[in-house]
């Protein structure tokens, strides 16, 4: 189903930059205990996200269909609230979606709104009428300003097109104890799925947060489930490896992980891992409150895009990074390029596939990189499935709970991002913040401070 190659991340092919045998055993060894810890937590039921393969889906399944006859859902959220389902919905739909056929699709188009751009949500009203679309707002905190203000936008077009029906034009996914959208849904009886409180933005994949709108467009939930649940009865060696290499090329001066997706279906399965891996690992103080100032730079890319945009850079450039491939064995379908010109620059290409063209692609930088002395490393799986799709999310929050006991940091708190909130709140006039509002003004740099040039 998957496989971890790191086969380029060792001394005997990239020298000092990669790890010797020695030094691979003795990070294994030293990263024992924070397995055993992460483990320790999971089985007394201290880590929500572990629990999430068990989960039992027929509720989601149940509002899901209440929503696939709309022609557009819309997906309200921001962070942990958006990026798993924009990388799910790249994978597993039909690369075109929105732009196929209704016929063919027979299911809603899904737009990921996760940002509050006057231009973006503006024209996204013009181009999806809010009476034919169902809009998911989605907040694990209930509380996240940009997605409160989406929602006032949508329920106020709503209201102006449908009055009270406004409601059936709503679902929302939050916390199920606390928070604005809980006692929202619960005020104006709106149908609500739960995040289970003990699963945090960036690790709720798995939760109805992707689920219910992968779901709406006919994935059904337990596939997805079912390949996390391998993953988690089979994978956690492997991520607990994957987390001891990328932690001990860190400690070697690799300081930036990228992730390259030789596959437009994983696109955005790097930009979701950044995110996870970013504001898990980027932590000021360590879990004995010492300031570390820990963390290593998430990197996205793509193959064979970005070859023409980064590759020289991972070649020549500093030799700080480890180049993490995303690879698929097998394409779901071909692509034949046919024989048209005689000439030497196309000749070559003219009856093999686009496939092929792509593996080769992958294999031509990994050789460049090996021999410029560039860690990197693959992680493969045989085909893009709902099954391989699941293990795939599961597999990087393990390893990345696992990276945070080994970097000594709390993996699922982030404190970085809530004063970034806090200071929003402040700024736009929240009641409760009047005070960080003043502080925000008595910061403000003085005109004999101010460096700007104007053209
Ligand atoms: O991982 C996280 O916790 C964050 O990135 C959140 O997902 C993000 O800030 C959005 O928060 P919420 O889902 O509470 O609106």
Redesign the pocket.
């Known amino acids: 189903m998957f496989e971890f190659d790191y086969t380029n991340a060792m001394a005997s092919r990239v020298g000092e930059h990669g790890l010797t045998d020695a030094e691979w055993a003795a990070a294994l060894a030293a990263g024992r205990p924070a397995f055993d810890a992460v483990e320790k937590d999971a089985a007394a039921g201290k880590t929500g996200f572990r629990k999430l393969p068990k989960q039992d889906s027929t509720g989601i399944a149940r509002v899901a269909k209440s929503a696939a006859g709309f022609e557009n859902l819309a997906v309200l959220?921001?962070?942990?609230?958006?990026?798993g389902t924009t990388a799910l919905a790249s994978a597993l739909l039909h690369p075109w979606w929105n732009f196929a056929a209704p016929e063919a699709r027979r299911a809603p188009r899904l737009f990921v709104l996760d940002n509050v751009d006057p231009e973006e949500i503006a024209g996204f009203l013009e181009i999806a009428l809010p009476e034919r679309t169902v809009y998911n707002v989605?907040?694990?905190?209930?509380?996240?300003a940009?997605?409160a203000a989406q929602l006032l936008i949508f329920v106020n077009a709503l209201k102006r097109r449908l009055g009270d029906r406004w409601r059936e034009h709503v679902i929302v996914t939050?916390?199920p104890e606390k928070?604005f959208l809980h006692h929202l849904a619960l005020r104006e009886k709106l149908p609500s799925l739960p995040?289970p409180p003990d699963v945090?933005?960036?690790?709720?994949a798995l939760t109805a947060?992707s689920l219910l709108p992968l779901a709406v467009c006919g994935v059904e939930p337990q596939r997805l489930l079912a390949g996390a649940a391998t993953v988690e009865e089979r994978g956690r060696d492997a991520a607990f490896k994957a987390a001891v290499l990328y932690t001990a090329l860190y400690r070697k001066g690799k300081k930036i992980a990228v992730m390259m997706p030789y596959s437009r279906a994983l696109r955005d399965v790097a930009d979701w891992f950044r995110?996870?891996w970013a504001?898990s690992l980027g932590k000021r103080k360590s879990l004995d409150g010492k300031d570390v100032y820990e963390g290593q730079t998430p990197v996205k890319a793509l193959g064979a895009t970005d070859q023409h945009s980064q590759a020289q850079l991972y070649n020549e450039g500093p030799n700080d990074k480890l180049i993490a491939f995303l690879e698929v064995s097998r394409f779901r379908r071909p692509c034949p390029i046919p024989a048209v010109f005689e000439d030497d620059t196309c000749k070559f290409l003219g009856g093999k596939d686009l496939g092929e063209l792509l593996h080769a692609e992958k294999k031509g930088t990994e050789r460049a990189l090996t021999a410029n002395k560039r860690p990197n490393i693959t992680f493969r799986i045989e085909g893009v499935t709902p099954e391989t799709a699941g293990g795939m999310l599961h597999f990087f929050e393990l390893m990345t709970a696992y990276a945070g006991r080994i970097l000594n940091v709390n993996a699922f708190d982030?404190p970085g991002?809530e004063a970034a909130?806090h200071a929003t709140f402040a700024l736009m006039g929240r009641t409760g913040y009047e005070s960080l509002a003043k502080e925000i003004e008595r910061e403000a740099p003085a005109d004999t401070e101010r460096r700007v040039e104007r053209i």
């Open positions: 959220g921001i962070g942990g609230s958006a990026l989605i907040s694990k905190s209930g509380e996240t940009e997605t939050t916390d928070g995040v945090g933005g960036r690790f709720s947060v995110q996870l504001e982030q991002v909130k």
